[in-house]
């Protein structure tokens, strides 16, 4: 079935560093792909989307690139702030039936002052 | 516009009672899905609802749980008689239609002692 496997936290960084949290998928077909990400004691936030290959998903500074040849949607910060700290969600969904959310394991990132 | 709402936030209980949790979507959202997320992994689908419908309990217990969306609008989720494995943070989210973004409210954290 299909899955997604992201980098084991916890991230640490200082503010102000470059983020990478790898993330790849398996699935047949051509899914969307997704970032989530929870902050502390509140619910997922959708972060950013990418619904065919190539495209590139953008918001608040987070960027990730549809890569189907690699099987990839890895997330990107230039400069990571303290309040970036959450756990981060890569997940999919197909585009048969309902398109249910297929979620990883979720990565911490921890960024100090 | 309120988001989800979900009652209660924290329950503890002991193996082989039983328990209910609350949900409330935003108003509108026709589908409306529960997941399970255990320490350390990612949410996992249990069911959805598109209005009162089911439309996919694959990945439900049915032996222990149980779930229901009376007149399309608020869900109860149920287990009857819970396990220590059953421990974990219950998920619900809304959309207003299937496919299209998930919100998510903040959860309930049971503990099954």
């Known amino acids: 079935g299909d899955s997604v496997t992201q980098m084991e936290g916890p991230v640490t960084l200082s503010e102000e560093a470059f983020l990478t949290i790898n993330c790849t998928y398996t699935a047949t077909g051509y899914p969307s792909l997704f970032w989530y990400v929870q902050y502390p004691g509140e619910g997922l936030q959708l972060l950013l989307k990418a619904t065919k290959a190539d495209d590139k998903g953008s918001n608040k500074g987070f960027e990730a690139t549809y890569r189907k040849e690699t099987t990839s949607f890895h997330l990107e910060k230039g400069s990571v702030q303290v309040s970036d700290s959450a756990v981060y969600f890569c997940?999919?969904?197909?585009?048969?039936?309902?398109?249910?959310?297929?979620f990883g394991t979720g990565t911490r990132l921890l960024v100090s002052p | 516009e309120a988001g989800v709402a979900q009652s209660p936030r924290y329950k503890i209980i002991e193996k082989r009672q039983s328990v209910a949790f609350w949900c409330n979507p935003i108003?509108?959202?026709?589908?409306l899905y529960w997941y399970q997320q255990i320490l350390g992994q990612g949410p996992k689908l249990l069911i959805q609802f598109q209005n009162n419908g089911v439309v996919d309990d694959s990945q439900l217990p049915k032996d222990r749980f149980s779930a229901e969306r009376l007149k399309g609008v608020d869900s109860t989720l149920k287990i009857q008689p819970a396990k220590l494995e059953d421990s974990a943070v219950y998920l619900c989210?809304?959309?207003?239609?299937?496919?299209?973004?998930?919100?998510f409210g903040p959860g309930t954290r049971l503990t099954v002692t």
């Open positions: 108003s509108g959202h026709a589908t």
């Open positions: 997940a999919l969904s197909d585009h048969r039936g309902f398109q249910k959310l297929v």
């Open positions: 989210a809304s959309s207003l239609d299937k496919g299209v973004e998930q919100y």
